[in-house]
């Protein structure tokens, strides 16, 4: 499925090994809007337009999952660690309050 | 080249972002309807009305001053073995003066081997940040931080 949105997973460390506890990071850009600020050319209200819901895999197996508001800020930012079993994808998939679905994937590549 | 786009997107919509403030986030200043829940609301839904304890074992790290309410920076470590028989099940994070204080709940795993989570937030003014956590066993732990938070241009 083609992502509708950028986003980006990052691994820290970039080098690891089996065994290691990493930084799985994930940004998005996403206007996280709260419904309560208006279009200053328009005067209207912008709707509440945020993401709601993630989940974080690994090979299918989920991880961590979130449950977000409007709260967060603008191009959200989420970190979380993550033991490394060995070779494998991390998947993140969230969706948002309209509905809109998305899924960003990186591969696992430990050295050693 | 792509990730060098990428990341100068992420800085120019930051930017943006940055000198935007969250009007209307405050529960005195935010219009009714949509998400909002006041904070004592939220800890009874999250906990059942079940004791909290402040604990030490729960490091929340957020800044003193917030030069801008619209991206503050919110980390929380938790101790914890993170095994199956004890871990963190969740992190929540709260506000205590948003309109809605609900920020995000944050469901762990032994996979995660850390209790640790880290994300931004909005403040639409000084208040405290709280992180609410929920352990394999039931209890819950908190720790909460204030956060001034400086509205307008420079100095």
Redesign the interface.
């Known amino acids: 499925m083609a992502e509708a949105r950028?986003s980006?997973i990052k691994f820290k460390p970039k080098k690891f090994k089996v065994g290691d506890?990493i930084?799985v990071d994930f940004?998005v850009?996403h206007p996280m809007d709260?419904?309560?600020?208006k279009n200053k050319k328009t005067g209207e209200i912008k709707p509440?337009h945020y993401i709601d819901n993630i989940t974080f895999s690994?090979d299918g197996?989920?991880?961590?999952?979130?449950?977000?508001?409007?709260?967060?800020?603008?191009?959200?930012?989420?970190?979380?660690?993550?033991?490394v079993?060995g070779k494998g994808k991390v998947t993140v998939d969230y969706t948002d309050n309209t509905g809109e679905k998305n899924s960003k994937s990186k591969k696992l590549k430990p050295k050693g | 080249m792509k990730?060098r786009n990428?990341l100068k997107?992420?800085c120019a919509?930051?930017a943006v972002?940055a000198t935007?403030t969250?009007?209307?986030?405050l529960a005195k200043d935010?219009?009714k309807g949509?998400?909002v829940l006041s904070y004592d609301a939220a800890v009874k839904a999250i906990t059942g009305g079940k004791a909290v304890a402040d604990s030490a074992k729960v490091s929340l790290t957020v800044p003193e001053i917030a030069e801008n309410g619209?991206?503050?920076p919110v980390k929380v470590n938790v101790e914890s073995p993170m095994t199956e028989a004890d871990h963190v099940k969740a992190i929540h994070v709260l506000?205590t003066k948003?309109?809605?204080s609900?920020?995000?709940?944050?469901?762990?795993?032994p996979?995660?081997?850390?209790g640790?989570?880290?994300?931004?937030?909005?403040l639409g003014g000084t208040q405290d940040i709280v992180a609410l956590v929920e352990m394999s066993d039931g209890n819950f732990l908190r720790a909460a931080k204030p956060v001034k938070v400086t509205i307008g241009g420079c100095g």
């Open positions: 950028k980006m506890t930084k940004i850009i709260t419904g309560l600020k509440a690994l197996k989920p991880f961590t999952t979130m449950k977000v508001w409007e709260t967060v800020s603008t191009n959200p930012y989420f970190s979380v660690n993550l033991k079993p | 990730r990428f997107g992420i919509a930051s972002a935007m969250p009007s209307g986030l935010a219009p949509g998400n619209a991206v503050v506000t948003n309109g809605n609900r920020c995000a709940d944050v469901m762990l795993t996979m995660n081997a850390k640790y989570f880290a994300t931004r937030v909005k």
